[in-house]
Each structure stands twice: as C-alpha cells, then as structure tokens.
C-alpha cells in the first residue's frame, strides 16, 4: 500500500468525498431513495471533515514557537472532534428526513442504475480508507485514523443503505427504506461517540502503549551493566507526537560531563527504538531521595 504524506492523504480524502458526494446525489435522484440520500449527505460530511483535517494538520506540523515550546501536535485531535459534531448533525437531519418518509412511502426507482452508482461511490471510498489508514499508521496521525474509520463507515453503511432499498423495492414494504436510512444514522451516531471519546483520551495525555513502554524500559534496562539505574518512567502521546520522562541513577563517582554523555546516548538510544519518541531524562546519584514526580509536596513534573 502506497504511504502518502499526511496533507497528500488528506487532500486525496477531500477529491473522494467530492466525487462519492456527486455520484450518490445522482443516485439519489434517480431512484429517489431517501437511503441512497442519507448516503449522500455522509459524503458531505465526509467533505467537511477531510477540508477541516487539512488545516489541523497545517497547524499541527507548525515548529514550535513562544506560546506553544512543545509543538502544535494535539490540534490533530480537534479535527476528529469537528468531524463527530458534523457526523451527528448529518444523522439528525438523516432521521428527520426518514421520519416523514415512514408517514409518506414513495415506490422505490430505477434500482439498477442507482444501485450501480452507489457501488461505485462506495468502491472510491474503501480505496481511499485503506490509504489513510497506511499513512496513518506510518506517520502516527489521528487525524488521518479518524478520516481513514469514518471513509469504512461509509462504506458498510452503503452496503446497509443497498440491502435496504433492494429488500424495498423485492418485497414492496416500502417502509423499509426509511428504517434503514434510520438505522444508518444510528450507526454515523455511534461512529461520532467514538471519534469524541478517542480525541478527549488523546487531550488528555494518554500513555503510549505497552509494546512502546516494554520497548523504552528495554533500552533502559542495557544500560544496568554500566551502572546506570531508572525509575519513574512517564510517557504521553500529543497528535503524532510522542513524550516519555525519566529518571536517570548513575554512580556517584561520576563527572557531569560523563553522566551528560550517557544521558544523551540513551536519549538517542530511544528515539531508535520507538520512532519519535522524545526523551527528556533527570540525573541523580545512586543513593540520593527526592520526591517523586508525582507527589503532590514535590516539585512539578516537567511537561515534555
């Protein structure tokens, strides 16, 4: 799977939702289906959410400056944020507008055609997800993630949206498009929830994962040999970035200068072994108590 540049992904999401947006509104019209028109109005928000994602992105790739000394990375997760509140917004008007379709059934047409088309559209959107998701991975980007989930909830409501008006139009039970096209909002609904939740965990400085933590403690570990002792290990992820704090317990024999060198190379050391980790490390002799970083009568611990 070919790897894009996080802002290539993003603006390849904005020209799909365009083109997706275009064939399922023709879909739409030709079968008048308000499933194939829930459909259409995802698209929309599909297009909403990718333009907004582009400029988050901009903004989180920003150097860091005075009023922001560690970055810009956390503006990623407003994007998912923005995106959920459009998605629910879009659900909303998708029920209202199945809502008075269940009191005024219309017969279903040109099923063939229209059909065709939302194959189609749903066919760009599963090719677009799946580049997402390959440079999301590779660039460590929720923005992209969010992108790349809502893109495949588009496409397993398409299929939901299809089943429904073909199982309408087979049987005559009209009232079956509207209750998919219901249940297709439901679904966007959820798909929101899970984008907010994801995005607060984010603010709110999660821990990066084990396998990552295993990998630093790892590194740590090699340096016993020489002496070289740790303790409170701390990390935490901003956007694509990621942060880990510790303390460092080197002999009391040692110089400055040597306890600099060694601190610096197990810095590096890091930053191999789990790509775009910034360690931030504190010296101390073996032997000396301080208080710890998170008791509450010590000092603050140190935001990067």
Do not use: C
Request: charged residues 20%; glycine residues 10%; proline residues 4%.
């Amino acid at each position: 799977m070919r790897i894009l540049a996080p802002q290539q992904a993003i603006k390849l999401s904005v020209g799909a939702a365009l083109a997706t947006m275009a064939i399922k509104v023709a879909a739409w019209g030709l079968t008048g289906s308000v499933g194939f028109l829930s459909d259409a109005l995802e698209s929309s928000v599909n297009l909403a959410g990718a333009l907004f994602a582009l400029w988050m992105l901009r903004w989180a790739h920003e150097p860091a400056d005075e009023q922001h000394p560690f970055g810009h990375g956390k503006a990623e997760y407003f994007s998912a944020i923005f995106e959920a509140g459009l998605i629910s917004l879009a659900a909303l008007a998708i029920i209202g507008a199945a809502g008075e379709r269940l009191l005024h059934p219309r017969p279903i047409e040109s099923l063939g055609l229209g059909t065709v088309f939302a194959v189609i559209a749903s066919a760009v959107n599963l090719a677009t997800a799946r580049v997402l998701f390959a440079s999301g991975r590779a660039h460590r980007s929720m923005a992209l993630d969010a992108d790349a989930r809502h893109l495949m909830t588009d496409v397993w409501t398409t299929a939901g949206v299809i089943a429904g008006v073909g199982l309408a139009w087979a049987t005559g039970w009209n009232w079956l498009d509207p209750l998919v096209a219901i249940a297709v909002a439901l679904n966007i609904l959820r798909e929101g929830w899970r984008l907010i939740r994801a995005s607060i965990d984010g603010l709110m400085d999660r821990a990066l994962g084990d396998e990552e933590i295993a990998r630093i403690e790892a590194v740590l570990h090699s340096y016993a040999a020489r002496g070289v002792g740790f303790e409170n290990l701390r990390t935490r992820r901003a956007g694509a970035q990621r942060f880990a704090n510790v303390d460092l317990r080197v002999p009391g024999d040692w110089t400055v200068t040597r306890a600099h060198d060694v601190a610096d190379e197990i810095e590096r050391a890091v930053g191999l072994a789990v790509a775009g980790v910034l360690l931030e490390t504190h010296v101390e002799p073996h032997g000396v108590k301080h208080a710890r970083r998170d008791d509450p009568h010590g000092p603050p611990p140190p935001l990067g």
